[in-house]
């Protein structure tokens, strides 16, 4: 080691610090000219610029890559449109020390790279100073003079139109050297958009549903990118109640990025499969972790809990979280030697459920699943999905026409028509008779074919399905033994024969009754997911629909009975309100006109649920 290169080394050393004082001058020269000039000229260019973008003292050295002896600290944790929120930064360490400089602001904690939002106002006028970052005056804060400081205060102003959440990042500088950059700080959200705060001030819910320029949203969807949204057409931007998947391969044809948002108080999902069955499955995770989302891989091999992939190799992340709902954006590259390799064609699954201290319960709400596989590297695609299994749709269309339609038909025929169309016959037999057996024999072949497939879509028992299985199969027993019984039924003159009126009678009844229920808990599952409010308000309607009929056509024979001389005591009287005497003296067009309503009435009812179904 020569001596000449000693000296060298440290020429170029003073050389270098000279060179900085003259850059620290010219920061300071500028931020000085920037707070006389501001109002009138605006920044254009300069160093205070650049530093307000990434935050980095244009110092060259580079900056300390260990944990900063300072930190950040707020008085609120949420805040509203306009409102203050006190920021300090200030020494955190046992070892007393200090800094010289800094630079804070605060920034869309879902996008950190994004502008200064908000504006700063002073608390210490002597020790600091507003910067305009961006397009807002104050939007920064710093030194004013490299003295020794230990505590630094600002107040923050939340703009009107804030974004969801907010992060507190500073710069500080310790030594002209020695500095540490964009040190995290408290994320502070905006009041109406946790999930356990009261929707009480709707106005911040709208304007930070409109915050720019972050959110998701469905602009593009079908030729820039390929989406799978639910409901149909809905926008993430502006509808919280959107589910929403997109994704873009880059240009280079190496990654992809994934955006997928919707609402939820645990975790979305997304899911990519080879069939539409859960299991085997590549699984991307956003789980809300106490005000942060965590964005992570999995695999599901079973209909069991998904394992975390040790390496998820998922980055450029990013999230917000706000008014319950969670959005997450990650890349990753089409071929990675752990996951689904992204050039081939999947069904996709959207999902979402709660979770506890990270860990993600099952989905309560069934799946959205794409209709079609997609390509995921392919031509963008405006996909659609649904969330009820084709199975238990015709589950639920077959179930309907035999219960609500077919039985309910057959039950008033036997109540009210017995003696109605006595003067013809139907095949031999009375005509009441016919259509009683046809259509009851109907409805129990239309309930065991609907009855089997939910079975086969669960390849099983399914204990979510809760009461509404164990009513439907108590159903299915009683509803194959009655025309058993009906086949070995007394000759009509048997003394036997009044025990099977009374059987038959009732056994239909609390048959009738259960799959009415049936029906009720039907609509309100999950895999068949019917408008809520509607369903049942709807099925109540038919109820009393039936109910009012039945009502109407007994008044119809006993006032009928009254008018008459009335003294038997037919056998049949106790199961069917009609006598013979009665039946004579019925008005034939009031009982048609009744009937015809009848049916209409109860086809209208069938067709609203089969179309609602339809369109699930
Ligand atoms: C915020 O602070 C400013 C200045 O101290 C004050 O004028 C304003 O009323 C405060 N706003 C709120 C919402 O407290
Ligand atoms: C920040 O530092 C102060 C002072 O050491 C300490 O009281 C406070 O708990 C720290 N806050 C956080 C969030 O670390
Ligand atoms: C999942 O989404 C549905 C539909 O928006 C919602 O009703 C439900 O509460 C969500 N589940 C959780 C656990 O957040
Ligand atoms: C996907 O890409 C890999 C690597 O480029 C290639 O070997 C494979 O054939 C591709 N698969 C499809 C379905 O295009």
């Known amino acids: 080691m020569g001596k000449s290169m000693e000296g060298n080394a440290q020429r170029h050393r003073q050389h270098r610090e000279a060179e900085a004082s003259v850059m620290s001058c010219l920061f300071l020269l500028l931020t000085l000219l920037m707070r006389s000039v501001a109002p009138v000229t605006g920044f254009s260019n300069g160093k205070v610029s650049v530093a307000c973008e990434d935050m980095v003292p244009q110092h060259g050295y580079q900056p300390r890559p260990d944990p900063p002896p300072y930190n950040i600290t707020v008085d609120k944790s949420t805040f509203s449109p306009g409102d203050n929120i006190t920021v300090s930064l200030q020494v955190a360490s046992i070892k007393p020390t200090f800094f010289k400089g800094f630079l804070m602001e605060a920034r869309d904690a879902g996008t950190l790279d994004s502008s200064a939002v908000g504006f700063f106002m002073l608390t210490d006028p002597h020790e600091s100073r507003l910067l305009q970052c961006g397009h807002t005056q104050g939007s920064g804060v710093s030194h004013r003079s490299s003295t020794k400081k230990t505590c630094i205060k600002a107040v923050w102003k939340s703009p009107q139109e804030p974004p969801l959440s907010v ?16 040190i995290p700080g408290p994320v502070v959200s905006l009041r109406g958009g946790g999930t356990a705060a009261p929707f009480t001030d709707s106005p911040s819910l709208t304007t930070s549903s409109s915050a720019p320029p972050t959110l998701f949203t469905s602009v593009g969807c079908g030729h820039s990118k390929t989406c799978l949204r639910d409901p149909v057409g809905c926008h993430p931007d502006s509808d919280p109640h959107c589910f929403f998947l ?84 990650f890349h990753r590259n089409i071929i990675l030697s752990n996951r689904f390799t992204l050039n081939q064609s ?37 996909l659609t999905g649904s969330r009820s299994p084709l199975l238990i749709k015709f589950h639920g269309v077959l179930m309907l026409t035999a219960w609500m339609w077919t039985v309910s038909t057959a039950v008033i025929i036997a109540r009210h028509y017995k003696y109605f169309w006595l003067h013809t016959t139907l095949l031999g037999k009375r005509p009441w008779f016919q259509f009683h057996r046809t259509m009851m024999v109907l409805a129990v072949v239309l309930t065991c074919v609907a009855f089997s497939l939910p079975f086969i879509y669960r390849r099983g028992w399914s204990k979510r399905a809760g009461v509404h299985a ?105 199961l069917c309100p009609h006598t013979e005497r009665g039946q004579q003296r019925e008005i034939p067009q009031l009982k048609n006109v009744v009937f015809i309503v009848f049916m209409i009435g109860n086809t209208g009812f069938l067709s609203a649920f089969i179309k609602a179904i339809a369109s699930l």
């Open 470 to 574: 164990y009513i439907g199969c108590t159903v299915m027993a009683l509803s194959v033994i009655q025309p058993i019984m009906a086949t070995l039924r007394p000759v009509p003159d048997s003394p036997r024969r009044i025990i099977f009126s009374w059987l038959h009678l009732g056994a239909g009844s609390v048959t009738h009754i259960l799959a009415m229920v049936c029906v009720f808990l039907g609509v309100a599952q999950q895999a068949l997911l019917l408008p809520s409010p509607w369903s049942p308000a709807v099925l109540t309607g038919w109820v009393l629909w039936i109910m009012f009929t039945d009502l109407l056509l007994l008044i119809h024979t006993y006032t009928l009975r009254n008018t008459g001389n009335d003294d038997n005591d037919d056998k049949e009287h106790m």
């Open 346 to 382: 999947y069904y996709l699954f959207m999902a979402n459920g709660s979770s506890h201290h990270s860990l993600i319960h099952r989905h309560d709400y069934q799946p959205l699943i794409s209709t079609n596989q997609q390509l995921i590297t392919g031509p963008p695609v405006d």
């Open 167 to 182: 992060q507190f990042l500073a710069t500080v500088v310790h030594e002209y050297k020695v500095y540490w950059v964009r």
């Open 246 to 329: 997109s994704f873009t391969t880059d240009e280079a044809g190496q990654s992809v990025m994934f955006e997928l948002s919707g609402p939820a108080e645990g975790y979305v999902s997304a899911a990519l499969s080879l069939d539409k069955w859960m299991g085997n499955d590549d699984v991307y995770l956003c789980v809300n972790d106490g005000g942060r989302v965590t964005i992570s891989a999995a695999h599901v091999s079973g209909r069991t809990h998904p394992e975390l992939a040790t390496q998820d190799n998922l980055w450029g992340q990013s999230w917000r979280l706000a008014d319950g709902v969670i959005q997450c954006r």
